[in-house]
């Protein structure tokens, strides 16, 4: 059986990004997570979208994610405007139809960190990709998804530590 692991940071009900990097207040190598706020700074000609991470002990770090002209004349005004939510990166979401594809029948999600308890179907429906919820349910009434090793719900709450384990 070929497995798959991911470790998950959730931040209600959302997916936090963890980066490893030093960092030269604390002078060591330290895990910096994403606060899910972003920065916007201009210089006259460009606008560059910042996104902050902080480490265990709030120092904070800036990761430049794009920069954008400050006028384009080719860019309808509907394009203009910057986003107000987090951006959503495909990346990060989890392709069964793929894993599937190259050789993976088992997917295990450690959640090593969650704000607050989340529904698994919508916290796996929102991470998984080529998959409603509704299938989600039905995987979990068919017990080709466990949390703990245990048979669920389709309503069970998701905790900090669990493990969810995905038979595809």
């Given at each position: 059986m070929n497995i798959i692991?991911?470790?998950w940071s959730v931040h209600n009900g959302e997916k936090v990004e963890t980066v490893v990097k030093y960092c030269?207040?604390?002078?060591?190598v330290v895990n910096f997570y994403d606060t899910?706020?972003?920065?916007?700074n201009s210089n006259?000609?460009?606008?560059?979208?910042?996104?902050?991470?902080?480490?265990?002990?709030?120092?904070?770090?800036n990761r430049k994610e794009k920069i954008f002209k400050s006028y384009d004349p080719k860019l309808e005004i509907k394009n203009r405007d910057f986003p107000n939510e987090a951006p959503q990166n495909d990346n990060e979401k989890i392709n069964l139809v793929t894993h599937l594809k190259?050789?993976?029948?088992?997917?295990?999600?450690?959640?090593?960190?969650l704000d607050e308890p989340v529904r698994i179907d919508k916290l796996l429906g929102n991470q998984l990709i080529d998959i409603s919820r509704n299938q989600i349910c039905s995987l979990i009434k068919e017990g080709k998804i466990l949390l703990n090793k245990n048979t669920i719900k389709n309503h069970?709450?998701?905790k900090e530590k669990d493990t969810i384990e995905i038979f595809i």
């Amino acid at each position: 059986m070929n497995i798959i692991t991911y470790n998950w940071s959730v931040h209600n009900g959302e997916k936090v990004e963890t980066v490893v990097k030093y960092c030269p207040n604390c002078g060591k190598v330290v895990n910096f997570y994403d606060t899910l706020m972003r920065r916007h700074n201009s210089n006259g000609k460009n606008i560059y979208k910042f996104t902050i991470f902080k480490c265990e002990k709030n120092h904070t770090w800036n990761r430049k994610e794009k920069i954008f002209k400050s006028y384009d004349p080719k860019l309808e005004i509907k394009n203009r405007d910057f986003p107000n939510e987090a951006p959503q990166n495909d990346n990060e979401k989890i392709n069964l139809v793929t894993h599937l594809k190259n050789g993976f029948n088992k997917i295990c999600i450690n959640i090593n960190y969650l704000d607050e308890p989340v529904r698994i179907d919508k916290l796996l429906g929102n991470q998984l990709i080529d998959i409603s919820r509704n299938q989600i349910c039905s995987l979990i009434k068919e017990g080709k998804i466990l949390l703990n090793k245990n048979t669920i719900k389709n309503h069970t709450a998701v905790k900090e530590k669990d493990t969810i384990e995905i038979f595809i």
